[in-house]
């Protein structure tokens, strides 16, 4: 009771009408985690299960659905509960916490996307090379890195807003989970905290991007060169990336502008403009990956052929 009493609790202030759509809000939102779970995890099945798919490509593509998946999970458990309580809050800690996560695991998909757009180059642009740059321990090394350099850059904010020399003016955030609007919260932003975001955008975000355009350029002028199958291995390689690429950056400025313009548009817009942050992307991946990726959707459409035998066996 006590730790309750000296709790600091944070109102989410970005619902509409709950008492009148709390429960299909509940049902959306239970219904899309439950599908972005199942059809992301099914694709990291399918590559887990078949050697063929055991390639580095195969390998960051599970990756990045995985990285969905747990991209997911900082939003959706609350927001269930939150959809079944009588007040949305949550305490400035566990806020915190769940920027933190939102921060480390959102941008993490900048640099798998980068590491992709650098195994595709050297898959296209140098095959003879390629088994020896793209080795186990490479893709390890890469794995490793797109995860690690997040981590440690949404571990600065972190410990900045978590400072006892920062003072809460506001109580409420108009949105639905703890994003950027955390830093409306302040009396004064930090001059540091500001500079940092800056420099943020620009390394984790700006140069990924940068570097991805930069190795399908290059993959586009020498497929340009080459012969028809080589084009064709490209486009079919490199598109999926790039549709994944064009919505994540979407969703990116989304997230950036929300907080920024926040005073420009009505509740009802902001909401709507917050959901698409957690339900279009990651449901958007895995269907991009199963249905645009021949190799994937090969072995998908034999696990819904097998499926669907089995329960027409059970039927009879």
């Known amino acids: ?26 049902f959306l939102m239970f219904s899309a985690y439950i599908l972005i779970i199942c059809s992301n995890l099914t694709i990291v099945y399918l590559i887990w299960a078949n050697k063929n798919l055991h390639e580095p490509m195969y390998v ?13 999970s900082t939003t959706y458990p609350k927001l269930l509960i939150d959809l079944l309580s009588e007040k949305q809050r949550i305490t400035y800690e566990a806020c915190l916490l769940q920027f933190y996560f939102f921060y480390f695991v959102g941008p993490a998909e900048f640099f798998l996307l980068a590491v992709m757009s650098y195994d595709r180059y050297v898959s296209i642009c140098k095959p003879l090379l390629y088994p020896t740059i793209m080795t186990n321990t490479t893709v390890t090394v890469f794995l490793v890195f797109s995860w690690f350099v997040p981590a440690c850059h949404a571990s600065i904010p972190l410990i900045m807003l978590s400072s006892t020399k920062v003072k809460l003016c506001s109580f409420n955030i108009r949105g639905i989970f703890c994003n ?38 290059k993959i586009l002028i020498i497929s340009y060169r080459s012969s028809k199958e080589v084009r064709r291995k490209a486009a079919e ?27 420009d548009f009505s509740k009802t817009a902001r909401l709507i403009m917050t959901l698409q942050i957690v339900l279009y992307h ?29 329960l027409s066996k059970n039927q009879q």
């Open 60 to 72: 960051f593509i599970a990756a990045l659905l995985v990285n969905c998946v747990f991209y997911s």
């Open 180 to 217: 950027n609007a955390v830093y409306t919260l302040q009396c004064v932003m930090p001059r540091s905290l500001a500079i940092f975001g800056v420099f943020a955008i620009l390394d984790i975000v700006i140069l990924p991007i940068l570097f991805i355009l930069f190795s399908y350029t």
């Open 237 to 263: 390689t490199c598109l999926p990336h790039l549709l994944v690429l064009f919505g994540l950056t979407l969703l990116s400025v989304y997230d950036i502008c929300i907080v920024r313009m926040e005073s």
């Open 1 to 26: 009771m006590n730790n309750e009493m000296n709790a600091t609790y944070i109102f989410l202030d970005g619902y509409v009408e709950m008492s009148k759509y709390k429960y299909a809000y509940f």
């Open 282 to 310: 990651p449901l958007f991946n895995p269907f991009i990956y199963g249905f645009k990726m021949k190799e994937i959707y090969k072995h998908l459409k034999r696990l819904f052929w097998q499926a669907k035998v089995v």
